[in-house]
């Protein structure tokens, strides 16, 4: 979303970031980038630890930045739960050697720094005054809410907890899970059936006919209470090409999730090459996907997640951080990448993902204009 900026003083810009960001950071560093007097949103990363050298975080901030094409400007603000300090000639502001190699990164890449700002619990200063001091809080005047956007009083990571499930949903996803895996080993290869149960059977067999059919379905009707259906993805997700083929498949149509379900199952049997279209999906290149229709899916593989036993639950986990980073959410992708990790900690998507997310690299679509 490209937003004109006409905030007159620091503090009215302060007001806009939220709205901006869709959330109010915490402990953060949020970068707006700008065109002229127009941004397309803010960017943010977490405050990074203190054995971490500031001048190497600026050069991790500066490269997120510079993938926002046409960026000629940035306002830099930190959000910290640190206190400013008193010294005999005024005040210091927390973080003020990474705020000053972040701007300094900055200027010498040829981007002129439009605010520089500190957001503490006690109130706000202004990295760029030769004599900082701080303001209220309640100088911050509230930007109007932005349509679609919400409530933006909570913080990044507001949202991202799973939905709630209890004992019973998720034992009986379980076993659903261990029938469908009988039923499909003796679709697949013959010998002991394993489970006479007809449901199972009949999901195996539905799902293993035209399984980008059975996804595309699960946008238009989530599973909330099949556990058969549950377990189906959760069956799909812990296997990396069927997994990989369905959030491609969720990033374009159903026309596509064909054409990826193809070159995944072939590149599996025969070792050959997956085609560039379908990777430069899977790395946030390309068309712009349909935000509702990625926004369906996270709710599908959230919801998984919240019912899968500990053990399935890391295919779910991990679909739902690929999606959050392409939805351009990458403090959301982070809490499942995480999540996922601590169940598993050498998962390779898992790893990938949250090496990219350290990397503060974003989807090339989320940093295009509309």
């Given at each position: 979303?490209?937003?004109?900026?006409?905030?007159?003083?620091?503090?009215?810009?302060?007001?806009?970031?939220?709205?901006?960001?869709?959330?109010?950071?915490?402990?953060?560093?949020?970068?707006?980038?700008?065109?002229?007097?127009?941004?397309?949103?803010?960017?943010?990363?977490?405050?990074?630890?203190?054995?971490?050298?500031?001048?190497?975080?600026?050069?991790?901030?500066?490269?997120?930045?510079?993938?926002?094409?046409?960026?000629?400007?940035?306002?830099?603000?930190?959000?910290?739960?640190?206190?400013?300090?008193?010294?005999?000639?005024?005040?210091?502001?927390?973080?003020?050697?990474?705020?000053?190699?972040?701007?300094?990164?900055?200027?010498?890449?040829?981007?002129?720094?439009?605010?520089?700002?500190?957001?503490?619990?006690?109130?706000?200063?202004?990295?760029?005054?030769?004599?900082?001091?701080?303001?209220?809080?309640?100088?911050?005047?509230?930007?109007?809410?932005?349509?679609?956007?919400?409530?933006?009083?909570?913080?990044?990571?507001?949202?991202?907890?799973?939905?709630?499930?209890?004992?019973?949903?998720?034992?009986?996803?379980?076993?659903?899970?261990?029938?469908?895996?009988?039923?499909?080993?003796?679709?697949?290869?013959?010998?002991?059936?394993?489970?006479?149960?007809?449901?199972?059977?009949?999901a195996a067999e539905v799902m293993l006919d035209d399984l980008p059919h059975f996804v595309?379905?699960?946008?238009?009707?989530?599973?909330?209470?099949?556990?058969?259906?549950?377990?189906?993805?959760?069956?799909?997700?812990?296997?990396?090409?069927?997994?990989?083929?369905?959030?491609?498949?969720?990033?374009?149509?159903?026309?596509?999730?064909?054409?990826?379900?193809?070159?995944?199952?072939?590149?599996?049997?025969?070792?050959?090459?997956?085609?560039?279209?379908?990777?430069?999906?899977?790395?946030?290149?390309?068309?712009?996907?349909?935000?509702?229709?990625?926004?369906?899916?996270?709710?599908?593989?959230?919801?998984?997640?919240?019912?899968?036993?500990?053990?399935?639950?890391?295919?779910?986990?991990?679909?739902?951080?690929?999606?959050?980073?392409?939805?351009?959410?990458?403090?959301?992708?982070?809490?499942?990448?995480?999540?996922?990790?601590?169940?598993?900690?050498?998962?390779?998507?898992?790893?990938?993902?949250?090496?990219?997310?350290?990397?503060?690299?974003?989807?090339?679509?989320?940093?295009?204009?509309?």
């Open positions: 979303m490209t937003t004109i900026i006409k905030a007159t003083d620091p503090a009215e810009f302060l007001g806009l970031v939220p709205a901006l960001a869709g959330f109010t950071p915490r402990h953060s560093i949020v970068m707006l980038p700008f065109h002229g007097s127009r941004t397309q949103g803010a960017m943010r990363i977490d405050l990074p630890p203190s054995d971490v050298e500031p001048d190497d975080f600026a050069d991790v901030a500066l490269r997120a930045l510079l993938q926002v094409p046409d960026a000629d400007a940035v306002a830099v603000v930190i959000y910290t739960d640190e206190a400013a300090t008193q010294v005999p000639d005024g005040v210091l502001l927390p973080h003020l050697s990474l705020a000053e190699a972040v701007v300094d990164v900055c200027v010498h890449a040829g981007l002129r720094v439009v605010e520089a700002l500190c957001v503490t619990p006690d109130g706000w200063g202004d990295y760029l005054d030769d004599e900082p001091a701080m303001h209220a809080l309640d100088g911050i005047r509230q930007a109007p809410p932005v349509p679609g956007i919400g409530d933006v009083s909570g913080d990044q990571l507001a949202g991202a907890e799973l939905p709630p499930s209890d004992l019973v949903e998720r034992e009986r996803v379980g076993r659903a899970l261990r029938d469908l895996g009988e039923a499909i080993e003796h679709r697949m290869h013959g010998g002991a059936r394993g489970t006479d149960d007809p449901i199972a059977l009949m595309e379905h699960l946008l238009d009707v989530p599973a909330d209470d099949d556990p058969y259906a549950c377990a189906a993805l959760l069956w799909c997700l812990s296997r990396p090409p069927l997994r990989d083929a369905i959030l491609v498949q969720w990033a374009t149509d159903l026309d596509f999730g064909y054409h990826a379900f193809d070159a995944q199952l072939a590149f599996s049997s025969e070792r050959r090459a997956v085609p560039d279209a379908i990777s430069e999906v899977f790395m946030g290149r390309g068309p712009r996907p349909d935000v509702d229709r990625l926004g369906c899916a996270l709710q599908v593989v959230r919801f998984a997640a919240a019912r899968a036993p500990r053990h399935a639950k890391v295919g779910a986990l991990t679909a739902a951080a690929w999606l959050s980073w392409a939805m351009g959410r990458s403090s959301h992708a982070g809490v499942y990448a995480d999540a996922a990790l601590r169940i598993d900690p050498g998962h390779s998507m898992a790893s990938l993902i949250s090496s990219i997310l350290a990397a503060a690299m974003l989807p090339e679509w989320a940093l295009r204009a509309r």
